[in-house]
């Protein structure tokens, strides 16, 4: 049903919502959350926001989508803006840094913005960061580096190798949802591990027809939101903005799903309740649909 409902959370977006107003407000809740989120964070206070998964890519992506782009933007809620994005961006880049899925996608998120935002200033991005990694680099390398391969690198070859002796058997249509876990219990349970990537969940739980139809959906609403990037290009306003937001989001998630099962939560791992914020991802994405249709070609 989890696997069901969340493509679905895209089209009933893309219906339902018939008014700007309505994303306004979408952003202003997920914006107040981030803020919930950060007391979360550094107070440990027990709020009620869910901050795992893709949650802190579309508070970076608002965030900065919203700087970048809306030139008409009060000074006030810049200095708002700034405050939470330097909240998350410290709580994930130097915090947790060690968590891949942490930072990566708001990482590709603010890459994709900048460079839409203007290819000079995305130079100047890349120039940065690569001095920043020069003067850094025995931490990266050393620290950062050798503990994701340590934690999450060799474990992934591991898992992928295991799964690959399941999936192999049942190509076209997959193990069905959850069952590769069902073949693991029962001839190898002392080395079954969840493989922590989405496009191998996807294959190895639904075939190559399953997996035909999860890249079309993503990489069809990917190439919608680049389209749409284009016709908004220059207005300066909300409209811009969400777009280019959306299209950043969407370009990070189909990054990020290599790497962990954060947009199809695993059943055996992060359960049912990985819906509650796996829908985060699908209702950001929804707004390339209703944007398509608010804001029409001329």
Same mark, same amino acid.
């Given at each position: 049903?989890v #696997?069901v409902?969340l493509?679905?959370t895209?089209?009933?977006?893309?219906?339902?919502?018939?008014?700007?107003k309505?994303l306004?407000?979408? %952003?202003?809740?997920m914006?107040?959350?981030?803020?919930l989120?950060?007391?979360k964070?550094?107070l440990?206070?027990?709020?009620?926001?869910?901050?795992?998964?893709?949650?802190n $890519?579309?508070?970076i992506?608002?965030?900065?989508?919203l700087?970048?782009f #809306?030139k008409?933007?009060?000074w006030?809620?810049?200095?708002?803006?700034?405050f939470l994005?330097a909240?998350?961006?410290?709580?994930?880049? %130097?915090?947790?840094?060690?968590?891949?899925?942490?930072?990566l996608?708001?990482?590709?998120a603010m890459?994709?913005l900048?460079?839409?935002?203007?290819k000079?200033?995305a130079l100047?991005?890349?120039?940065?960061?690569?001095?920043?990694?020069?003067?850094?680099?025995?931490?990266?390398?050393g620290? %950062?580096?050798?503990?994701?391969?340590?934690?999450?690198?060799?474990?992934?070859?591991?898992?992928?190798?295991?799964?690959?002796?399941i999936?192999?058997?049942?190509?076209?249509?997959g193990?069905?949802?959850?069952g590769?876990?069902?073949?693991? #219990?029962?001839?190898?349970?002392t080395?079954?591990?969840a493989t922590?990537?989405?496009?191998?969940d996807?294959i190895?739980?639904t075939g190559?027809v399953?997996t %035909?139809?999860?890249?079309w959906?993503?990489?069809?609403i990917?190439?919608?939101?680049g389209?749409l990037?284009?016709?908004?290009?220059?207005?300066?306003?909300?409209?811009?903005?969400m777009? &280019?937001?959306?299209?950043?989001?969407?370009i990070a998630?189909?990054?990020?799903?290599?790497?962990?099962?954060w $947009?199809?939560?695993?059943?055996y791992?992060?359960?049912i309740?990985?819906f &509650?914020?796996?829908v985060?991802n699908?209702?950001?994405m929804?707004?390339?649909?209703?944007?398509?249709?608010?804001?029409?070609?001329?």
């Amino acid at each position: 049903m989890v #696997m069901v409902m969340l493509p679905v959370t895209i089209l009933m977006v893309g219906n339902f919502i018939q008014d700007i107003k309505h994303l306004k407000w979408m %952003v202003i809740i997920m914006l107040l959350a981030g803020y919930l989120g950060l007391i979360k964070y550094f107070l440990y206070a027990n709020l009620p926001v869910d901050t795992r998964g893709m949650f802190n $890519l579309w508070i970076i992506g608002i965030a900065y989508g919203l700087l970048l782009f #809306m030139k008409r933007l009060r000074w006030y809620w810049r200095l708002a803006l700034v405050f939470l994005l330097a909240g998350v961006t410290y709580w994930g880049f %130097v915090l947790n840094i060690s968590w891949l899925a942490g930072w990566l996608p708001g990482l590709v998120a603010m890459g994709v913005l900048t460079f839409m935002r203007s290819k000079k200033l995305a130079l100047v991005v890349v120039i940065f960061l690569c001095a920043l990694f020069l003067w850094k680099k025995d931490y990266y390398l050393g620290k %950062v580096l050798q503990n994701e391969t340590q934690e999450s690198g060799v474990t992934r070859l591991a898992a992928w190798k295991a799964n690959w002796s399941i999936t192999r058997d049942h190509l076209l249509f997959g193990t069905g949802p959850a069952g590769y876990a069902v073949y693991y #219990m029962s001839y190898f349970p002392t080395d079954a591990m969840a493989t922590h990537s989405n496009y191998i969940d996807i294959i190895s739980q639904t075939g190559i027809v399953g997996t %035909v139809f999860m890249l079309w959906i993503f990489f069809g609403i990917a190439r919608e939101g680049g389209k749409l990037c284009m016709r908004l290009r220059g207005r300066g306003d909300f409209a811009e903005a969400m777009g &280019n937001i959306a299209f950043a989001g969407i370009i990070a998630c189909i990054v990020i799903m290599a790497f962990g099962d954060w $947009l199809f939560p695993f059943a055996y791992t992060q359960t049912i309740a990985g819906f &509650n914020y796996a829908v985060y991802n699908r209702l950001f994405m929804g707004t390339v649909l209703v944007l398509d249709h608010l804001v029409p070609a001329t």
